[in-house]
């Protein structure tokens, strides 16, 4: 009502001044619309109820309070758009009765923040132009000290400078109410230092003149400038000193929902979030009872926000206690206590709010994580689904109410559409998942349907049942079915978040549920593992004979027949209850569309709009940088191509595990940067700015970080994937290298599978291949790992060791253990290797982070490649082969050294010193570095950070430990390492005191910081600070190994004749690193290695039957004089 008295108070009086002229109509031209001189001008003259003047206005000093008010209360309905017109009166009042230029600047911040919430990005940029500067100047820094002066003097009876003005104007806005709304605009938008100048101005102009309530929003805002700034403990000293000053309760919600979560970035906060959100809610109670009716809305308000974060900080622990291993059902209990509470507050407000709605689908999403669920979850998704409804059902009124009147919703995105939005998704993905428990279920139902049959005791029944379940009429559900039902929630979202980015979930989804529609309709699997290759030719020999013989067999069993595959699946009747989500099936002819049950869902039809709907996701996505969603996206893609189309299903998996990747490396290299590295920083309010803003790059200074991250954070420009680029095939590689990704992948309903993919210059050897694994197999194989680790670490340093325990046989249970989890894709690799297997070929594996400590190097059908390395993803080879062009070769006498940075390998026994020392005279005694000695003393961090900075061509850690532990990971973030071609990472070797050391730091140290000294990790920091190749061991190793290891790579090229072909790094350290055969006796030195005349007699130790080494990154690179 007061809105609608307000736009027609503005329509009048403008209509009065023009003379009938057109006034704006839409949102988008009230956004836009701005007062010429001539207009105001023409409103000054009005007369009698038109007049706009300071008698006209009845209570002017409250004038501004409440359109605030207002416009806060039209904004919790996503009335947003009915708000234009409204600051478009406080604006034109400012200008007429006030004359108040500040209170015109708040007005365009505030005309600024709708447009930027209504996706209007034009007139989000003209307002905050026209707000005029929002940084602090010289000029008001020296008024506002005036005034404090001023205040000061007028409370100890002073007298007050003459240079400030005692005039009053009408309702005056206070430098510092002015300041606290710039300073709280910018610190939205990211610009961090010039929000805390203002505020900290607004916490001394406040104080001084006793608006306590200014003085704490002053010290709110302050605390997410420090928290935006990656200072949690800073942010919470500043919450409680607002908390000391008084404050609305308006205040008091937004300050403890941000001190929760500034106590949970903390080390060991959740237990005090949760006591101060309790107290909290306690106070509120107790203010209930005493609250007047207006006071008790604001308070209820409050209240069910504080459940819903109360529900957020139980989750957390949820998720710790699971790490442990134990099972968090209290703590769900009353997380759903808390989220349930704030919805029966809400409800009691009267409703109609988007609080409401996002309550509710705060709960639906809590409910998917009970973790006493059953093994039926259809139950639990069909409650939860009535959960999305009821918040669909509210969001859809939500949205009639916010596109009252003049509003198109088309042509608007409003809030309340986006809202909707993701209503729709949240209930597709429900109806998704309840479709994939029903194709899950589908033969247990099928079981539990069947007639009484009598059958004779001891019997077998098979031919029975099998002909009681060909027996039951299939009939066609006149209603949609979830799959069905799921298309038409996704095409709502995707008509709604037409303006959004937004929109790449809902094509996703979109996109998945008509694969789910596509697959109920066909009966020929999408995945079906390529033929094995032909047998070699008879001169061929080598340590792969067996296994060709066994390959040409499973050839021979496969032409068997169909007869043979029925037995097969008979004998495994479980497999059948296995959801076939993941499984896309095409049809072998084309179906009568008289047999669909909807025409409109036609399989000729659902295919193709899944593949454009998808690759639509692909796009925006990427554009956005969305790489979660665009990578399920692109799982769905693959999908869809099947092994039909191998190259496209190829690509598809690559753009996958590229996005995956993508993510991975900017978490990592967050987690390893110092608290106030700037590019982690950048990072971090980029990802900040999305969740709090719709449009970050509306506003000048969220366009600035912007720029400034893509211009200035090398680790976000070396993961950013080109949409022109992501799905061409075939890629760009160089003819004699064959890549081969190998992935794990988990979909709907924790389905776990395994991917392999084959990427070569030649189309024609393209593969895809996905098949069912087991997540329990993997869990074992990484654990079998660690512990074979571990022991042989402890068995370098004579530590006790698990009785029975041999290298041998427990490397033999390592290598089947990876055998096991990998056979699924065993087969269809083998295939797409060719004829003659790996022989001579250079190979280079993309492996997921899962899968990385599995040795994969050790499968036997790799053993004679020419050269086996890693990287992490297509993407990321593809840009190293691109940039690989313009540099040349790298010169052993230019490296770069770190060496027994603690000084553990002392005394006249001294390995790696003495090794170093023989080294270094030998190849090039330019070699800068730094050394640990007792001269010296020992490198700090600032001496390490110093000579990594300044490698030129090689880097080389010769050393015990892990690398990362002598190097701190935010030492190496914060560097440019792209002039750095090579890392040589020659550590992993233990001593008693190395080891007493390592256990002392990783006391210290908290899970995630000790985690960063995996391999994986290790490489993908050095990999994203610009290093081109990494070769680092992920098996303990001994000084002597290393050193040989070291003295091989540096001489790979010395001795070859002049027209003889470089030796590259991988192959150099795949033949060095070549494991120990069977019937090779102890003590043999390394094939084609000559220890040398004077070399210690240590040097030739026994070789270990595993390759203690892995290269990742560029493999073709060589180091030559």
Known sequence: MAQQYAVRMLRESMTEATGGAPLPETAEDWARFTFSDETLLSIRENAGPFEITVDSLGRPEMLHAYIEYLCSALETRSMHVQCLPVCQLGMLIAKLAGKDDALVSVYHLKLAELCDALLLRGACTLHETLAGPLDLSAVEETQGRLEVKRADALRTGGHPPEEVSTSKSLRPLALRDYWLARGAYLARRGALSAAAALLQETVVHAHAHGDTETEAWAYLYLAKCASSGNKPVDALRLQLRGQTCAGDVAYWGENLRDFSKDKLATRDGQLSAKDSLLTALKLLRNRLVLAGRGESLDTKMVMADLHVELSNVLQVEMRHMRDLGEKPDALFEGAVRAVSEAITILRSCGGGSMHLVKALLSLAS?????????????????????????????????????????????????????????????????????????????????????????????????????????????????????????????????????????????????????????????????????????????????????????????????????????????????ETEISQDSCVEESAAAEDDNAVAHPEFAPQLTKTRAIRALEQSIEVGLKTARYDAVSKAAMCLARAYGSAEHGNAAAALALSQSCR????????????????????????????????????????????????????????????????????????????????????????????????????????????????????????????????????????????????????????????????????????????????????????????????????????????????????????????????????????????????????????????????????????????????????????????????????????????????????????????LTQCRVALLACDTFTNAARATQRRLDARRTERETRLEDAYETATLLSTRGVGTIILPVMPCTAFTNARTITTLLTANEALDADATPVDVASAVWKADAPKRAGETPGEAPENEDAGAGADARDVTEKPPYRRYVVWGLPSIKIRA
């Open 366 to 574: 809590l409910m998917y994580k009970d973790p006493s669920a059953a093994r039926d979850p259809r139950p639990a998704l069909k409650t939860i689904r009535s959960v999305i409804d009821e918040a669909e059902m509210l969001a859809e009124e939500i949205l009639a109410m916010a596109c009252e009147d003049f509003v198109n919703p088309l042509r608007s995105s409003l809030p309340a559409a986006r809202l909707l939005a993701a209503v729709k998704n949240a209930k597709a993905g429900c109806l998704l998942e309840l479709a994939n428990a029903e194709r899950a279920f589908e033969t247990y139902d099928l079981q539990q349907n069947r007639p009484e049959f009598p059958t004779m005791q001891g019997a077998d029944a098979s031919a029975v049942l099998a002909f009681l379940d060909d027996s039951v009429p299939e009939t066609f559900d006149p209603a949609l079915g979830a799959a069905e039902q799921a298309v038409v929630a996704a095409s709502e979202a995707v008509n709604l978040d037409t303006k959004s980015d937004g929109s790449v979930d809902s094509l996703y989804l979109l996109g998945d549920a008509l694969l789910a529609v596509y697959g109920t309709q066909v009966k020929n699997k999408a995945w079906t593992e390529p033929p094995p290759p032909p047998t070699p030719p008879a001169s061929v020999k080598g340590g792969d004979d067996a296994e060709a013989e066994a390959v040409d067999a499973e050839g021979k069993v496969d032409e068997a027949g169909e007869g043979e595959e029925d037995k097969n699946e008979n004998e495994h009747p479980d």
């Open 661 to 976: 990747v993508a993510n991975t490396q900017l978490s990592i290299f967050v987690s390893a940067a110092d608290d106030q590295d700037i590019e982690a920083l950048l990072i971090r309010n980029k990802r900040l700015m999305e969740s709090t803003l719709c449009d970050p790059a509306a506003s000048k200074h969220g366009a600035a970080l912007l720029s400034r991250l893509d211009s200035s954070s090398q680790a976000w420009r070396t993961v950013q994937i080109e949409p022109r680029e992501c799905l061409a095939t075939p890629p760009s590689l160089p003819e004699d290298l064959s890549v081969f990704s190998v992935q794990w992948i988990t979909e709907r309903g924790d389905d776990a599978f395994l991917a392999i993919t084959s990427h070569s210059a030649d189309a024609s050897r393209a593969g895809a291949h996905v098949a069912r694994a087991d997540a329990a197999q993997l869990a074992a194989a990484l654990s079998l790992v660690k512990n074979f680790r571990v022991s042989v670490e402890k068995q370098a340093t004579n530590a006790a060791v698990p009785d029975g325990f041999s290298v041998t046989s427990g490397w033999g249970e390592v290598r089947n253990a990876v055998e096991f989890v990998l056979a699924p894709i065993l087969s269809a690799w083998k295939s797409f290797l060719g004829g003659e297997g790996a022989k001579g070929k250079k190979i280079v594996l993309l492996v997921d982070q899962i899968l990385s400590p599995l040795p994969l190097e050790a499968l036997e059908f790799l053993a004679n490649a020419a050269a086996v390395s890693r990287d992490f993803s297509l993407h990321i080879l593809l840009k190293r082969l691109a940039d690989a062009g313009s540099k040349g070769d790298v010169s052993p006498s230019g490296m770069t050294y770190l060496v027994d940075l603690r000084e553990e390998d002392t005394g006249d026994d001294g390995v790696i010193p003495t090794k170093f020392a023989a080294m270094k005279e030998r190849f090039g005694a330019a070699w800068h570095g730094a050394l640990g000695n007792s001269n010296d003393g020992v490198p700090g961090d600032g001496e390490c950070q110093r000579v990594v900075s300044g490698a030129r061509g090689g880097l080389i850690y010769f050393g015990h430990g892990r690398f990362l532990s002598y190097v701190p990971p935010p030492v190496l973030a914060c560097l440019d």
